[in-house]
């Protein structure tokens, strides 16, 4: 290789190209290498942008009655929403205008500005699911029938808000234990399963089904109907902080159900039909949710908003993304169905598989029949968020 300035040979490795050889014969000349450019992510579309109310399919056509009702769940969601600056001229509007008779469509249209939520790569349409609040036999006493116990957090759970170290990660908290000095992961759903019998003590609660209780904890909270005739609702206290594992999944990768098999009726069928395999099954979800107690009060348990949810006008949403709070117009489908379901929900819960702009759970209510229909529910849907006139939303979303 013929010699080369310094700076010369500095130029060309830097430029990706190696030294060049003995120039050859002219006819021969190649020229040296392009270095391919390295291709630049596109930006993440913002979950929040500007539509309009001709945008919301079925908006005009909405019933009045229908409107009404949620307008209801608004005056709820204003207990815990009035004292925020977003929203304390629009509940205090909303307050004054249930005194007297009003158009509920023009009041709505007058107050809000529609945003349509919109996912990382730009599509719009999303997934819709159904939960419902499960009803289950349970006993304040351990005993024959009841061995499942339901827990309170543990004391040795330590939940650590990452906002207040880093503000960019609000609604961000990091759950562990001590370990020596070390702050390591909380206990998986199997390593939980293996301290039970020495932390039977504190247990509030014992039920009857363990994957009837599984159902409960993937709800997030439910009624337990005691031995004694009493009924008390327990609601979400807090979690294990391990990802949300869907079991429907689990099977379908395993070859145990077909897709379109693997609904809660579908799992409930397998789990009569393998007995000794029950508990791998709720392992391979390592999520764990720890309760309290609760009145039964009102139509449904408090979501994470404060209120009780309403059925068929609560849906749970990604607070990150969508404000908890807003009213959000839904357009999708009823459970397996092709039906319209288009409605002005209003965004009163959260959830752990909840994520995403365009992400919804809808709740359908309390018992049986609430829960055949959630259980089915695994619709696309779109969603807008309805805020008040006036306010911009933030860079990545939710305030």
């Known amino acids: ?52 109310w001709a945008d919301l399919p079925g908006w005009s056509e909405a019933a009045p009655a229908d409107l009404v009702a949620s307008f209801d769940a608004f005056l709820a969601s204003c207990n815990a929403l009035a004292r925020q600056p977003l ?43 159904g939960y419902y609040e499960p009803v289950v036999k349970g006993s304040r006493k351990r005993g024959k029938a009841y ?13 650590v808000d990452l906002a207040g170290l880093y503000p960019e990660l609000k609604h961000m908290r990091l759950r562990g234990r001590i370990e020596g000095r070390k ?19 504190d247990a509030l609660l ?27 609702r327990i609601g979400y206290a807090d979690q294990n902080g391990h990802p949300y594992r ?33 508990q791998e099954l709720l392992n391979a979800n390592p999520s764990l949710v720890f309760f309290r107690e609760l009145p039964v009060a009102g139509n449904g348990p408090p979501g994470a908003l404060g209120v009780a949810l309403t059925p068929e006008r609560s849906i749970a949403v990604d ?20 039906t319209p379901l288009r409605r002005l929900m209003l965004a009163q819960d959260t959830g752990g598989a909840i994520r995403g702009p365009v992400r919804a759970d809808f709740y359908w209510g309390s018992g049986l029949d609430a829960g055949a229909k959630a259980g089915r529910m695994k619709q696309k849907g779109r969603m ?16």
């Open 384 to 399: 807008w968020a309805l805020l008040p006139k006036g306010y911009a939303p933030e860079e990545g979303g939710a305030p």
């Open 147 to 159: 061995g499942i116990p339901v827990f309170a957090p543990p004391d040795d759970l330590i939940t």
């Open 1 to 52: 290789m013929p010699y080369l300035p310094p700076l010369l040979l500095l130029l060309t490795l830097l430029a990706g190209c190696a030294a060049p050889g003995p120039r050859p014969a002219p006819e021969a000349a190649q020229p040296c290498p392009v270095c391919p450019t390295p291709e630049v992510p596109k930006p993440a579309a913002k979950p929040l942008q500007d539509a309009t």
């Open 183 to 201: 702050l390591v992961p909380y206990y998986s759903r199997a390593e939980w399963g293996r301290q039970e019998s020495r932390r039977a003590a």
């Open 246 to 278: 869907s079991i429907g999944k689990w099977l379908i990768d395993r070859g145990e159900l077909k897709a379109e098999q693997a609904s809660m009726q579908g799992i409930r069928q397998w789990a009569e039909n393998n007995p000794g395999r029950l």
């Open 319 to 338: 607070r990150r993304t969508t404000p908890l709070g807003a009213p959000v117009w839904l357009d999708t489908t009823q459970p397996l169905s092709e």
């Open 87 to 129: 929203w304390k001229d629009t509940c205090g509007a909303a307050r004054a205008a249930q005194q007297e008779p009003f158009d509920v469509r023009a009041w709505f249209e007058a107050r809000f500005q529609p945003w349509v939520l919109v996912n990382p790569d730009g599509s719009r349409e999303g997934l819709v699911t």
């Open 206 to 232: 014992w039920v009857n089904d363990p994957l009837d209780f599984f159902f409960l904890q993937i709800q997030g909270s439910g009624q337990v109907q005691l031995s004694d005739g009493g009924r008390i």
